[in-house]
């Protein structure tokens, strides 16, 4: 069993994915101690991980169902998860959020993450092992998770300080996920 096997859960595409899982769980660490530098910089790091994956299983043929399995958890704490704790916290850190206010950011955050987690198991349901299709149907996570980031840095830089306004976009980011919307696979 190398790390070149198809059969072992543990071969050169699937670690990567782990270190995809490792760089999310990492960055939520850094997002509750208030350090988001350390947190995005992880993220993104995490980001280059699902990419590699990916690539090196079609180019070394290690497409399974428990990598694509794999992929998608790891897909779901890093580009859902991971976000929604990031902005959240960060609306926290850097706006007056009253508690009613806290109560309904929540409440949005827990809806994304319903949304991504759907959103994933549906790709999954509607993909075969190694099929890439042209068209994303709906917004891939990580490109929610882009979004999610783009609203932190609007919460951060004070463009954006309405915790009720950063909920609305998060709930219009959380349908698209879920959409109709025809996103080409890059």
């Given at each position: 069993?190398?790390?070149?096997?198809?059969?072992n859960?543990?071969?050169?595409?699937?670690?990567?994915?782990?270190?995809?899982?490792t760089?999310?769980v990492?960055?939520?660490?850094?997002i509750?101690?208030?350090?988001?530098?350390?947190?995005?910089?992880?993220?993104?790091?995490?980001?280059?991980?699902?990419?590699?994956?990916?690539?090196?299983?079609r180019k070394?043929n290690?497409?399974?169902e428990?990598?694509?399995?794999?992929?998608s958890?790891?897909?779901?704490?890093?580009?859902?998860v991971?976000?929604a704790f990031?902005?959240f916290?960060?609306?926290?850190?850097?706006?007056?959020?009253?508690?009613?206010e806290?109560?309904i950011?929540?409440?949005v955050?827990?809806?994304?993450?319903?949304?991504?987690?759907?959103?994933?198991?549906?790709f999954n349901?509607?993909?075969d092992?190694?099929?890439?299709?042209?068209?994303?149907?709906?917004?891939?996570?990580p490109?929610?998770a882009?979004?999610?980031?783009?609203?932190?840095?609007?919460?951060?830089?004070?463009?954006?300080s309405?915790?009720?306004?950063i909920?609305?976009?998060v709930?219009?980011?959380a349908?698209?996920?879920?959409?109709?919307?025809k996103i080409?696979h890059?």
């Open positions: 069993m190398g790390l070149f096997d198809k059969d859960r543990f071969n050169i595409a699937n670690l990567v994915t782990y270190l995809n899982i760089m999310g990492m960055a939520i660490y850094f509750v101690r208030g350090d988001f530098f350390t947190a995005i910089i992880l993220a993104w790091i995490g980001g280059a991980c699902d990419i590699i994956d990916g690539k090196l299983a070394y290690l497409s399974t428990f990598g694509i399995q794999l992929d958890f790891a897909d779901f704490l890093s580009f859902v991971m976000p990031l902005l916290y960060a609306v926290k850190h850097y706006s007056i959020v009253t508690g009613l806290e109560l950011l929540g409440l955050f827990i809806w994304y993450i319903i949304s991504g987690l759907r959103r994933l198991v549906e349901l509607k993909v092992v190694g099929e890439v299709s042209k068209y994303f149907e709906g917004v891939p996570t490109l929610g882009i979004l999610l980031w783009i609203l932190y840095l609007c919460s951060a830089y004070g463009v954006i309405n915790g009720y306004f909920a609305f976009l709930m219009v980011i349908w698209a996920l879920n959409s109709r919307l080409p890059p």
